[in-house]
Structure formats: C-alpha cells, structure tokens
C-alpha cells in the first residue's frame, strides 16, 4: 500500500462512520475518460445490480513534483458478488482504489447546496493535503488542514451572486470538472 494511501485513509476515516479501505477493482471501460459519475450511473441503468460508489484513485508518488495524486471517483459494486468494476477508461493500473462512502453520501444529502457530485481531489506532499480544483482552466490548490467531508466540496458549492457572469463561471468550472 503506498503511504499517501494510508495517510488518506487515516485522515478521512476520523470524518466518517463508514470504512475507509483499499478494495480490489475490475478495470471493464466502456465509459468515457474523465466523467466517473455518470459512467457509474449509466453502468448502474444497464445492471440491476449494481450501486455506485465513491472514493479515491490514489497514484503512485511522483518524484518530479515530489507529491502524489489523489483523485476524487466513482464506479460500481455488483451487490450479489460483491465485486467492484470501473467503466471509466485510461485508468492507470498502478492506482490503489480506497472505498470513502461518505462522498456520494454528502453529494446525495447537499444536492442543492453543490453544482457537482464530484468534489476537489488533492494532492499529498511533504506530509499535508490540498485540494486541487480545475476552475477557469486553471488548477486551483488549497492547503487542507482537516479531510472533513464538507470541506471536499467547497469549490463546487453553490453560492447566491446577483452578478449573473458568477454562474457562467461556475458552468464553465463544473464543465473542466466533467471533462
């Protein structure tokens, strides 16, 4: 297990009643790069017997910039096996899958209060976590003191603006998100 994977879930399982794990995942494609969640829910549409899941795709430690990638994600679980499968291609097989319910529980019961199911994933470096959100075509990183659920979503969270050009920015954020 990489040690960003078992800082990850030391440092989320103490904002969750529900376990914090590594899980075994098959790899089947037939979605679209870049838009988990709704590969999850149309896999979910096509197979009776599925859920949707959430949680981290932790990636290997990258030298080069000296942190590890952890990515926000979604994909399946067959209920009668048990067994976990991702729809969402180009997914590098060196990634450890870490199961964080929580997620798609928080994105379920904020639904109006968010304009994506997706929150920031992070970056682990030099023992501390940030957010890192696209927003404007840009990446937006954000020191995280605490992996606090709500927290997670902060980037995406609606907020009331009377300038109406705030909502194209947050459509065209929402879009980079999905992309």
Request: aromatic fraction near 12%; charged fraction near 25%; charge should be negative.
């Amino acid at each position: 297990m990489f040690k960003a994977t078992r800082e990850l879930i030391k440092a989320r399982q103490t904002h969750t009643d529900f376990v914090v794990e590594v899980v075994s995942v098959k790899q089947i494609g037939g979605g679209f790069v870049n838009d988990c969640f709704n590969n999850a829910c149309t896999y979910l549409e096509n197979s009776k017997d599925t859920r949707v899941v959430s949680g981290w795709l932790v990636n290997k430690f990258d030298t080069k910039s000296n942190s590890t990638a952890i990515i926000q994600h979604f994909w399946n679980v067959d209920v009668l096996s048990g067994e976990y499968i991702d729809t969402t291609p180009l997914i590098p097989s060196e990634v450890e899958y870490v199961i964080d319910v929580d997620i798609s529980i928080y994105g379920q019961e904020h639904f109006d209060e968010i304009n994506n199911c997706v929150g920031s994933s992070l970056f682990f470096k030099d023992g501390k976590f940030k957010t890192v959100d696209l927003i404007e075509g840009r990446l937006v990183e954000k020191n995280i003191s605490k992996l606090i659920t709500e927290n997670l979503f902060d980037a995406v969270r609606i907020e009331e603006f009377e300038d109406t050009n705030y909502f194209q920015v947050i459509s065209t954020a929402r879009e980079m998100q999905t992309a």
